[in-house]
């Protein structure tokens, strides 16, 4: 099939950047889409033109690397799927694609469709975690666990960290992204000591980053690749809830709040 | 009072007093549907609801002072539940400097979720409008102190003021509707038994506000309310 | 130069804590004054940057991803590997041990393997205490399954993402100690080589990828931990971004590189579907439990599979290996699947892959106990296939995996550069020959949380709290090499694109050194690879500045080492005359096709000092002896 495409280019986190129309001729319905792009940049690439730049690497929906909004849908058409899981045969010849990067404040474009998406790993910093120092820990199985609160943090702990809910989102926050850490960790009883702290420290490092708030549209779990319920943000909600009247936390970050 | 000002300093924690207040809204909503539709039985009865509500409370508390109490709390709860939604509207404006070319593609939000903000601003208009026009009369032509159910009804000849309810309580119906979920869902009411009924009951809630409020002023537009 | 494995004397079980013991330690008021380089943040990168940062080193961790938490280790989909004997089914540390060097063929060493299945224990509690929430019993207790045909049940999981959670619970330890001070992360930040002082590894210099700076970092001690080398056939499982670059740098520097040419193929990928593309994807092993493999007895069938009856299908696996059937260990599976589809009898559109067909096992088990057990897995293969597997069979086929070789690493997991440590995929591991199932997680973590941070300390007290300069003209020197390159690279302004020159490695090194090897096919390989590398250097082309953000220049940098590295896999090939494990030579096998080890004059590590690009490298031999698990030729016949 031929395409035609519009992709976002911009050559730096500082300059502006525009969408510049490109063909991509003879796809396979087999090809994914990021080799749709891969087989223009080759060809870019013979005319001594600068490929476009975007981010992947497992290609194969697990390491949260890829993403690109596609058609006004981040990760494309195709519900539970990242980017590099999607494959041609959902479009049709003729068809026009608008290719362009996550968009919000806290994740800057660092060049065409790739961003820099620190502000997630700086929310874990601040306590997204278990302290659990390497070696003093009990026997595995001396805590049991429900299975279904086992299962329930898996489903949470599924999230690999694109980002795709902060680009879905109207209001570019970050809310799943934070829920699923704090009610994975939340849920299980390791996570208890900390789970004050946690959520607390969490929201203000998500608030100091500059993700809007959210308005509870559900557009992040419909664009989560890994389909992760907006129940945890009612979960997280309550946690924050509680965490606040209950206590004034020990270990509030520098900055936060 | 500490703790709840460090709620409200994260956006989580507004949220959840826009939802708390949110709730007061709501219990206000109804009582006041109720009262309104006391008008389908006549001045007597009207009047004399109007009355109770100044009387309510005794003998702890004097003439209207209950009344008042409600009217501070009220206030106070619009005064957060508004800021609240202006300071993370702005949160929210500033947090996608470049906007997405052609929109995001709703895929599970509603018209409801993606008009709270404009929507609330209809109703705090309205709001003001609904005080001037009932309480102080002064947006009402033939305001006669005291005399509620006169004014209700003659305010309601109008057909411009008639349509400016409807809208206003559309713009209420559609608030609830996404309200009472979204709410359910800041206050972290959840259970994956019970999830399944939140939808349901923010319909039911939006759409009892919108036919208990609409009928009283589409009645005595349509005279059956004379 | 020799190779000191440095294994302590002493009954095997006693090894490991003699040489705990013998460690010398860092005074805890000193350990502030060291600094740590971990390159690498996947299962060994990440837990060892944590757990030495949590002592109180100064740990600098370097990725070339945008976050640490997207390093390779995450697409592992199986599970993890421990002798904790929770089933109650007759496991212990001997038996895994028993197991892994059975399994690795006997080309591994015997007390690192020892130690490693003594540790999978704590790698279980660790992970638990961190919140990964591995797959549970109703009664709340931890679950098990047996895996890769292992007769008990000691793998761990968490759904089909056990890489990814066990990763997550690492990047977190990480984070807890970025967000403590004591680890500094440098995500996109590529290491491009290693600087030695006095002999002794001491920094290494990076390009920054987002800027294209150049610049060096120094240290006490450097810690590489930067994954295996399988992207070097162009396609294989591996992550897009995963290269050889940091241990071939440090290669070139000096230390030796241990038996490159142990690779492993998975039998269960997903064939390639045209020209275009650009990876394989696995498919988890546990469909070989219900699904039977086959292809047409005819060459050149056309008709689709459901019209071939029963006679004409021949389900080789089942014929030639009656006991084990679909079941056969990976390299067999593998290596038989290539042969049918050589032999012209390959299945699909390109006629390369061989069927995994459920139809029996849906008829049967019904529809829905197939559907529970691999819904998830139909579901993946459908969307990459566009093929529903509950209708049509599946077409699978063998894709390069895994990298047993690697830098050389004694005991201590140093490797011939003092000062230079090497962990996880990226040394040659505890695997031997042949890596069994669920025991690369292991590996990983168990090096990166309960060795190296031991056995670091050792030779930190030695060296002593001097202070780091990266100032030294070592560092200078290097830095301006680096910088050379970058510009080289860019400057052949030729015509073809460094993927194009990629798959044609790729090619090559498949033909001649994928899952079967022979003196013939080796020796071209050998003249190709050179051809290739000059044609690289001279008509690659390699848009952009370096200066910038440049994808391209990246993956021309990774290829420039690829095409090195390349020929000396085929070289190690070529010189190991027996096969053994995943090294499959054709000249050495038994009358019924089996591989045929030959203890007698290749029970040894392969280790190669490099002499320069196109010079033949050096090799050096570290004898293996097996005291505890007697030689025995495998057999699943
Ligand atoms: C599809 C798949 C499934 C698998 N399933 C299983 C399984 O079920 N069980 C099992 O035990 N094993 C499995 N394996 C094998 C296992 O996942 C890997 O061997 C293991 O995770 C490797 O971990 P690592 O920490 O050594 O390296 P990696 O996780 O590959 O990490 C390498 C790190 O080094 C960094 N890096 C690399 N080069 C540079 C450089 N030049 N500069 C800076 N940083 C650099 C990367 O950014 C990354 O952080 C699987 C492998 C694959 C491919
Ligand atoms: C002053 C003008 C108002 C504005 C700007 C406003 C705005 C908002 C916004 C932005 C929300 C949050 C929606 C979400 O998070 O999904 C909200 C929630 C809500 N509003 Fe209003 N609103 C206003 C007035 C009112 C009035 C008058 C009522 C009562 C009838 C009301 C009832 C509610 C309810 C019940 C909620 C649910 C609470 C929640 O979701 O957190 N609002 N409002
Ligand atoms: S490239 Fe890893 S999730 Fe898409």
Request: proline share 4%; glycine share 10%.
């Amino acid at each position: 099939m031929n395409l035609v495409l519009h992709v976002w280019r911009q050559a730096s986190p500082t300059v502006k950047g525009g969408f510049v129309r490109y063909e991509a001729k003879d796809i396979s319905d087999h090809a994914s889409f990021l080799e749709m792009l891969d087989i223009v940049n080759e060809q870019l690439t013979e005319n001594g033109e600068e490929p476009i730049a975007f981010e992947h690497d497992c290609r194969e929906g697990i390491c949260g690397s890829c993403g690109l909004v596609i058609n006004g849908v981040p990760h494309g058409p195709q519900h539970g799927a990242a980017t590099c899981q999607l494959h041609m045969r959902h479009y049709k010849d003729g068809d026009q694609i608008w290719i362009e990067p996550w968009r919000a404040k806290a994740f800057p474009v660092v060049k065409d469709l790739v961003v820099d998406r620190g502000a997630l790993d700086r929310i874990i910093q601040v306590g997204g975690y278990i302290s659990a120092r390497t070696g003093a820990v009990p026997d595995a199985n001396a805590t049991l666990i429900r299975k279904e609160h086992a299962e329930l943090a898996m489903d949470a702990a599924s999230c690999i960290g694109c980002g795709a809910c902060v680009a879905a989102c109207p209001n570019a926050s970050a809310m799943l992204f934070v829920a699923a850490k704090v009610s994975h960790l939340g849920l299980l009883p390791q996570g208890q000591p900390e789970r004050r702290d946690r959520v607390l420290n969490l929201v203000a490092q998500m608030d100091s980053e500059g993700f809007g708030s959210c308005t509870n549209h559900a557009e992040c779990e419909a664009s989560c690749p890994k389909q992760i319920s907006i129940d945890f943000i009612a979960r997280l909600n309550r946690d924050l809830f509680v965490a606040s009247l209950a206590q004034t936390p020990e270990r509030m970050v520098a900055g936060a709040g | 009072m500490r703790r709840v000002l460090s709620l409200y300093r994260s956006s989580v924690g507004k949220k959840i007093l826009m939802a708390v207040t949110g709730v007061v809204f709501v219990l206000f909503v109804f009582a006041h549907m109720f009262g309104n539709l006391k008008a389908f039985y006549g001045p007597e009865k009207f009047n004399h609801y109007a009355e109770f509500l100044r009387d309510v409370g005794a003998p702890a508390f004097g003439h209207g002072q209950l009344l008042w109490l409600f009217r501070v709390v009220l206030l106070f709860a619009v005064v957060i539940h508004a800021l609240a939604a202006f300071q993370l509207w702005r949160m929210s404006a500033v947090a996608r400097p470049v906007p997405y070319a052609r929109g995001l593609q709703p895929e599970e939000s509603t018209y409801a979720s993606r008009t709270m903000r404009w929507g609330g601003v209809i109703l705090l208009a309205f709001v003001v409008y609904h005080l001037l026009h009932f309480t102080t009369g002064t947006a009402h032509p033939d305001f006669v102190p005291g005399a509620a159910y006169e004014n209700l009804v003659i305010g309601f000849q109008s057909i411009p003021v008639v349509i400016a309810y409807l809208v206003a309580m559309g713009a209420l119906c559609l608030h609830l509707y996404h309200g009472v979920w979204s709410g359910l869902q800041t206050l972290g009411v959840n259970h994956q038994r019970y999830n399944r009924y939140r939808r349901p009951l923010a319909v039911l809630v939006a759409g009892i506000v919108f036919i208990g409020f609409v009928s009283v002023p589409v009645a005595i537009a349509a005279g059956i309310i004379v | 130069m020799e190779l000191d494995s440095k294994v302590p004397s002493g009954p095997i079980q006693e090894k490991w804590d003699k040489r705990k013991f013998e460690l010398k330690l860092v005074n805890p008021a000193n350990k502030r004054k060291y600094t740590v380089i971990v390159v690498g943040s996947g299962l060994a990168g990440a837990s060892a940057a944590a757990s030495l940062g949590e002592l109180g080193y100064i740990v600098k961790c370097f990725c070339y991803q945008d976050s640490a938490r997207r390093a390779h280790s995450i697409a592992a989909q199986g599970g993890i590997n421990a002798a904790k004997n929770y089933q109650n089914d007759g496991d212990s540390i001997w038996r895994l041990f028993y197991d892994t060097v059975k399994g690795g063929d006997y080309r591994s060493r015997e007390a690192n393997v020892y130690r490693l299945a003594q540790v999978s224990n704590n790698i279980i509690d660790q992970c638990v205490a961190q919140g990964v929430p591995f797959a549970r019993e109703y009664g709340g207790l931890l679950a098990n399954r047996s895996f890769g045909g292992a007769q008990v049940s000691r793998t761990f999981y968490a759904r089909g993402q056990t890489g990814q959670q066990l990763l997550v619970g690492a990047y977190h330890a990480l984070a807890k100690e970025v967000g403590n001070g004591t680890v500094q992360m440098f995500p996109r930040t590529e290491m491009l080589d290693l600087v030695l002082v006095d002999g002794q590894a001491r920094g290494i210099v990076v390009r920054d990828m987002v800027t294209g700076k150049v610049s060096s970092h120094a240290a006490h001690a450097v810690v590489l931990a930067t994954g295996g080398y399988s992207n070097v056939y162009f396609f294989s499982t591996n992550a897009k971004g995963c290269n050889t670059t940091a241990i071939w740098r440090a290669h070139r520097r000096g230390a030796v590189f241990a038996n490159p040419c142990f690779t492993q193929i998975h039998p269960t990928c997903i064939p390639r579907a045209g020209e275009y593309q650009s990876k394989l994807t696995l498919m988890s092993e546990s469909l070989r439990n219900d699904g039977r493999i086959w292809v047409p007895k005819e060459q050149g069938e056309n008709r689709p599979a459901a019209q071939i009856p029963d006679a004409e299908r021949d389900y080789y696996l089942e014929r030639l290996y009656p006991s084990f059937g679909n079941l056969t260990p990976r390299d067999i599976a593998s290596r038989r699947a290539k042969e049918a589809v050589d032999d012209g009898r390959g299945v699909g559109l390109l006629k390369n892959g061989v069927y995994l067909d459920f139809r029996d096992a849906i008829q049967r088990l019904g529809k829905s106990v197939i559907e529970e057990r691999y819904g998830n897995l139909f579901e993946m293969y459908e969307r990459i296939t566009g093929e529903n597997p509950y209708a049509v069979p599946m077409r699978i086929y063998p894709a390069p995996h895994y990298t047993m070789g690697g830098l050389w690493v004694d005991y201590d997991l140093q490797s011939t550069i003092p000062g230079l440590f090497v962990i996880g995929e990226a040394n040659f591991s505890d695997h031997g020959a042949n890596r069994l199932g669920a025991s690369a997680l292991m590996q990983g973590l168990a090096d990166g949380y309960f060795v190296l941070p031991y056995t670091i300390s050792d030779y930190l007290a030695r060296v002593g709290p001097t202070k780091t300069d990266p100032t030294h003209a070592a560092f200078g020197a290097v830095e301006r090499e680096v910088g050379e390159r970058v510009k080289k690279l860019l400057a052949v302004n030729g015509k073809l694109t460094v993927d194009t020159i990629h798959r044609d490695l790729g090619q090559v090194m498949w033909d001649a050194c994928g899952m079967a090897r022979s003196r013939g096919a080796l020796e071209k390989g050998l003249e190709a690879i050179p051809e290739i590398r000059e044609r690289f250097w001279r008509e690659v082309r390699v848009p952009g500045r370096g200066e910038d953000f440049n994808q391209s220049l990246e993956k021309a940098g990774r290829l420039a080492d690829f095409l090195e590295l390349g020929e000396l896999m085929c070289r190690d090939a070529l010189h190991r005359e027996e096969s053994s494990g995943g090294h499959f030579r054709e000249e050495f096998q038994t009358p019924e096709g089996e591989a045929k080890r030959d203890d007698e004059r290749f029970a040894f590590v392969s280790a190669w000092e490099f002499t320069g690009v196109g010079s033949a490298p050096k090799l050096h031999q570290e004898p293996l002896s097996f005291e505890n698990v007697p030689l025995s030729q495998r057999s699943y016949k």
